[in-house]
């Protein structure tokens, strides 16, 4: 056990001049013991002997083979991917107390898990035994692609553990605390939409605190009847359409009688279970950690028999003979689906929660003493200090030393601004440093000021704060003004640990917390060897840009807040604005104080901004102004306003961007504190709407989750099959394969430079860094294989001599690590000389900057070229300019590639996270110069895809392909966040200039539009999602003479790419911002015009396909308008509008109509697969699908279980490689299940027919063993290859001719969706209020993975039509490249009540067919088509805009100061279009020449 020298390179740091050898070393040998961390790790002690000192949890945890699943989404703390729980003792309990901490183990030091038990997701269950957590979430199908879940676990499981309360010895949760409280908010799940996954944390009130709770007062009882009551009717008849029995949901449905509801037989039962067993052996708990069980067991779940039975061990009589009696025998013609009341009622049991399994703190660690202790290398140095006087001499010794609080913001400076703080110290484990201690009650009265300790973690703080208010009320406001500002700070993880300290220290302009410390007139108490204690008071602390006046050889120990003096007139108060309500910086944030003398005037007043300066800024011209004034006077007012604006006068240009909304903000956010003091201080009528934030209640709504079609495993409600892997983190992923001998890592050169030639490129410094191996670029393959495409091969794999984007690739440096791949890769010398780039659409219209594209849909008049004579027969002509930004595709699992060369024959397996096999294997056979049959491209599960892997994933396998050739070693890659936005492309951002004509009763008679895409610098598959977007471009509404024209933008910004809908939601939004446009025009009720519009049976489409019987726009509009009771609540709105100043309301219902089939690329509309079934009756099942979350796997498994009549689990799939299916198309374009499923299907038919002499023989009920054991040994082949192509489609470009056009679409799956929303017109922020989404999705293959898609899909719309916006730099630098600047909705954005259902019935009740439809099951595909209706939101916003519009006295549509709301309708462009006098006031004069800082390409 020795201890490292410091650093040799650690240069000397102001004021001292000794280097960090000299300074350190005599310390180091005096104070510091030990270089190794001891901690418990599930469980297990362990020793971690002076580790890589450039680890952080996260790294190390992730280097231990058996803790995988524990992930990387984003590295920097904005995803909640890598949650683990820190147990550790309660310092603020008085009793022995544990509590349980989620933190970002992506930040946290490695340093800091020292005498702490850290549990990740293998701790507390596996497959074979899973936490009741895992379990539920598994059950109910709160996982999907699985890379969020353990993440997800192990925040919910510390909320679980925390709310075990060992006093009282009672099990405290309610609904609000899970929702509510911020748990969740350091969370993204891209998947699944949320709404699943807070339904099974609920379960744990539902299920396990029914009819126990804690106390009286608890908010449980009423939570709980809440969530009992939120599941609301969706139908006309009760909760799942027309069925009288329970949906079975769990908790109990609104049908369930007492006796059948799953928790009554749950509390009636008595025996144990010992489920939810940790798998470590605990070591012993103290007696206060005991917790007793408190809740009985229930029965085992008895097995679903069509799901499970498959025996294959056992003698033949198992339970299969229970399902044969189902089995078909002779065909696989399907079984007549009947709709029975009685079918499809999914049930489920749960796993009983019982506290007493759990992992229970370490005993060893109660008596631990940390040590002060020291680790590192040549490089770095890790010092732990336990005393605050250890941290002062180091201080002395070496003021450079970087101090590590909470590590939110040090832990991002290293990774994104590659800072490597030589000497780092971490401090939280320092007492005096971390714990705040409250003054006794009797103190506490007469307080003058709250002393708070600098590291306090943020959380706890949070705690302090609320006993604080609550005992003193209104003379600690500062206290919950600071509490509220913490609530809204960072996600939990990140509050659980980061602190005040490293907030105030870090200086950033836009901190939360700073705002309220300098406006309460805080003073912070330093420290150092030479002065002691430093009082820096804080108002004079911050002196420019993320600069202060704290001494660099000075700790911060403590930070005094002010209380308001007893009896004075004092209000304090905060607010912030950010993108996202949770874990989001702010754009503007503040804190305003102002005392009152007697009289009502101002005595003293504070007016802090922060967002709005380059560091927190009071507002001295405003304060001045306002000093001696009558507070609640509209002259006051009127001044504070005008005295702001100078205060704050940003240009146009200002960096940030955003200057009118800032402004307004700076403004609205100081009238919404006067109303809000003038209401605390009682003085006159204040309105409470502009005092009132936007807030939401805690989340309900019902699936209408039932299947009155239910087939014996087709239909069924099974969970994803790999759902519970998924929850226990065994479900393994590129990057979890274990390490191979010898293997490599990539780190990727990329461009710097939007547009630039490369002039040179030096990479030899590269290879001189630690662990580095090689280098490859284009010189490394031949220049004729240095090009792929999807379509046109024009991108080459490593930029020549010039580069088109921020971004590109230029070489790849690979070493032993990754993290030293990636250190070496950043010091690749490149030269260039910069272009000028072309970023947006309207850049490269003026340029005529276009890839050949030159498709049109024309119809009626356009044929001829008579749109003017069209035209000419209208009354009214509209015409507009809309746009549409893209998306990024945000999968939790970034791109990731491992290529494994074999010694033979040029062979090679790759694997890949790729929705694209075949292109895989294509393009590393073209580069490497092997034939495909070498080559198999391989992959098992992706982290999410949603398009962004379905073509640029190929480039990562290429690279590590080549470097595996080159070093004859396995090579690996996994894109960091940042990288991954920057190369993967997203949505393509759409501009559509139209022109629309209608007759005055509002019938459409002529459409004609340029619409433009942003191909970005490479056309990838951009011709064909223009293509897709043109032919959904009338939605569901017929018009006789269309002319649409596209074009397909070749600008400098990141190749765009498939994304969900693939055009198709950006064609139906301009067709639905059309309706709007012409119904404002007419002045006519929107749904009027879209009912007169509606595609009538025997109508055509601009490309001539005909609207057939599958017509069910009109009855899916009809059905949810009653379910929603639209009409009801649209007259409701509009009263809650003309009642309302600072609230509106919107609500709105649209239909969808979405395409299913690869549309015109003919040759993508096919499918193979490959079903064995061996002698034990176990069946290997491939096809050419890949799985990415959404389910295919189960469905195909299903299909193949109901075709060969088996049961499911006798179905395995391993993955899918090219070596098992030559030729697959993408899993993509909704057709995965439709294309797959019929391949697999004909396959099955094969093998039945082969089968059928045995089933004579056997008996129709013979199970599948049996048959194939005598088919075998009477030599019958039992594998079969099978295959599928789409029939019927076929449409040519250009073909106008009824009698001879093919169809582009197999069918339409269709939908519709009504959604209502709140806007506070102040800020701009708005919440869901509700939003009921139905679908026509035929027979479902599996309603509960199809309920996931709507879900996720809606959601994943929403986010697309409201929050989800990319920046660029003016350069061409993409400026959204992580979670900090790239916001997706998360836990607290989904509708506070949402609704799916699935159209079943027709307006008569009579259940639907689905007969006439050849698809696989009669069932439609559903990835994509629900996504647009997240558009829902947008368009009930804009409705709320033009309410408040209309109040303003502004325009509304298309009128004459050309308002429009562009999508993404961000709070930004919400809170601008309001129209009131304080936007008119604060708007920017835009100088000749001006630009925004950032830009949008749409
Ligand atoms: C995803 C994410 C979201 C965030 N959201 C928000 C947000 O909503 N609002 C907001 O205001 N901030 C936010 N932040 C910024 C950051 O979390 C906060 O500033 C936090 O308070 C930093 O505390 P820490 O203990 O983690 O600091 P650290 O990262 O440990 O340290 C930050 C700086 O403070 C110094 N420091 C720490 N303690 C001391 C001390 N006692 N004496 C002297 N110097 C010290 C360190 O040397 C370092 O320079 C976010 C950060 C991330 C990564
Ligand atoms: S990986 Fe840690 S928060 Fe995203
Ligand atoms: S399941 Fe949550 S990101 Fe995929």
Known sequence: MSLPAPPKSAAAGPPRVRSATEALTPLIESTYTTPDITTYINGRRTIISNPNPHWTLLDYIRAQPNLKGTKLGCGEGGCGACTVVLQVPDIQSEKRRIKHLSVNACLFPLVGIDGKHVITVEGIGNVGRPHPLQERIAKLHGSQCGFCTPGIVMSLYAVVRNAYNPETKKFHLSAREIEMEGHLDGNLCRCTGYKPILQAAKTFVTEDLRGQLAEEDEPTTADAKNFEKDFIDLTQNGCAGRSKVSCGRPGGCCRDSPSDSSSAKSNSADSKSDASSPPTEPTLASDDEHIPTIVDAKEEPQPDPAISGAEYAKPLKSKEHGVAGETKTTTSAPEAPAASPEKGVPRIEFLEYVPDTELIFPSALWKYEPQALCYGNEKKIWFRPTKLEQLVELKDAYPSAKLVGGASEVQVEVRFKHSDFAVSVYISDIAELKQTKLPMEAELETAKELIVAANTPLTELEQICKQVYKKLGKRAMVLEALRKQLRYFAGRQIRNVASLAGNIVTASPISDANPVLVAAGATLEAINKNDGSIDLPMSKFFVAYRTTTLPPDAALHRI?????????????????????????????????????????????????????????????????????????????????????????????????????????????????FWHDSAAEFGLGNVDEQVIDEIHREISSGARDDYNPYEQRVVGKQVAHMSALKQCTGEAEYIDDMPRLDRELFGGLVMSTKAHAKILSIDWEPALKMPGVVGYIDRKSIPADVNIWGSI????????????????????????????????????????????????????????????????????????????????????????????????????????????????????????????????????????????????????????????????????????????????????????????????????????????????????????????????????????AVMDRCLTHFDNSYECPNVFLRGHVCRTNIHSNTAYRGFGAPQGMYFSETIMYNIAEGLGMDVDELRWKNLYKIGEHTPFFQKIDEDWHVPMLLQQLNKSSDYENRKAAVKDFNSKNRWRKRGICLVPCKFGLSFATALHLNQAGAYVKIYHDGSVLLHHGGTEMGQGLY?????????????????????????????????????????????????????????????????????????????????????????????????????????????????????????????????????????????????????????????????????GLFTMEETLWARSGQLFTRGPGTYKIPGFSDIPQIFNASMLRYDNEGKPLSWNHLRSVQSSKGIGEPPLFLGSTVFFALREAVKAAREMNGKSVGGGDDGWALDSPATCERLRLGVGDGLVERARTVRNEGEANFLVAVA
């Not at 007697?598 to 300066?613: F, Q, R």
């Not at 790729?914 to 294509?922: D, H, K, L, P």
């Not at 449409?1291 to 209502?1316: F, H, I, R």
């Not at 199809?1346 to 879900?1351: H, K, T």
Request: with cysteine.
């Open 560 to 672: 005094r807040i002010p209380l308001a003096p007893e009896g004075s007139r004092e209000v304090l108060k905060a607010y912030k604005q950010a993108k996202r309500k949770d874990d989001d910086i702010a754009i503007v944030t503040a804190a305003f104080r102002v005392r009152l003398d007697a009289n009502d005037l101002v005595e003293d007043i504070s007016i802090v901004y922060g967002g709005m300066a380059p560091m927190t800024k009071e507002s001295p011209k405003t304060q001045s102004a306002l000093l001696g004034k009558p507070w609640f006077h509209s002259v006051t007012l009127d001044a504070a306003l005008t005295a702001l604006l100078e205060d704050y006068n940003l240009p146009y240009s200002v960096p940030g961007g955003m200057a009118d909304y800032r402004k307004t903000l700076t403004l609205s956010l100081f009238f919404r």
């Open 792 to 1023: 046109k091969k024009d991108e080459p794999f490593f930029a020549e001599d010039k580069v088109l984007s921020h971004g590109q690739v230029i070489g790849m440096v690979y070493a032993d690590s990754a993290l030293e791949a990636q250190a070496a890769a950043r010091v690749v010398k490149v030269e260039y000389e910069v272009l000028p780039p072309i970023l947006t659409i309207d850049e490269a219209i003026a340029a005529q900057s276009y890839f050949p594209h030159g498709k049109f849909l024309r119809k009626g008049l356009a044929i001829d070229d008579e749109m003017a004579d069209a035209f000419a027969q209208c009354d009214r002509i509209f015409e507009g300019v809309s746009r549409l930004g893209g998306q990024e595709h945000f999968y939790l699992e970034t791109n990731a590639a491992l290529s494994i060369p074999s010694g033979e024959d040029g062979a090679i397996e790759v694997w890949s996270s790729t929705q694209n096999t075949m292109e895989t294997q294509e393009f590393v056979s073209s580069v490497l110069g092997v034939p495909s049959n070498r080559v198999n491209a391989r992959v098992k599960r992706m982290g999410g895809g949603f398009g962004g892997k379905e073509s640029r994933s190929v480039p990562f396998a290429v690279y590590t392909a080549i470097a595996a050739r080159k070093e004859k070693r396995p090579v690996r890659i996994m894109l960091n966040r940042d990288e991954d936005m920057l190369l993967s492309g997203q949505r393509h951002p759409f501009q559509a200039r139209w022109k629309v004509g209608v007759s005055n009763e509002g019938k459409l008679l002529a459409l004609e539009a340029d619409v433009y895409n942003n191909g970005g610098f490479s056309q990838d598959m951009s011709g």
């Open 1194 to 1358: 189960t469905k195909m498994c299903q299909i193949a279980a109901q075709e060969l009549g088996t049961p499911l689990d006798a179905i395995y799939t391993q993955d899918s490689q090219t070596y098992q299916i030559a030729n697959a198309s993408p899993t993509a374009a909704s057709s995965g299940s439709d294309l797959n499923g019929m391949a697999i299907k004909n396959a099955c038919d094969q093998i039945n027919e082969r089968l059928k002499p045995f089933r004579e023989k056997l008996g129709k009920d013979a199970p599948l063993k049996a048959l194939a054991h005598a088919a075998y040994i009477d030599r019958v082949n039992l594998a079969a290859n099978g295959f599928w192509k789409m029939p019927k489609v076929g449409y040519a470009w250009g073909d106008t001719n009824l009698e001879t056009v093919k169809p582009m679409y197999y069918y339409w799956t269709q939908g519709a969706c009504c959604s209502e929303v709140e806007l506070d017109l102040l800020t701009g922020d708005h919440t869901v209020l509700r939003s009921d989404i139905m679908m026509d999705v035929g027979n479902s293959i599996n309603p509960a993975i199809d309920y996931g898609q709507i879900e996720g899909a809606f959601i994943q719309g929403q």
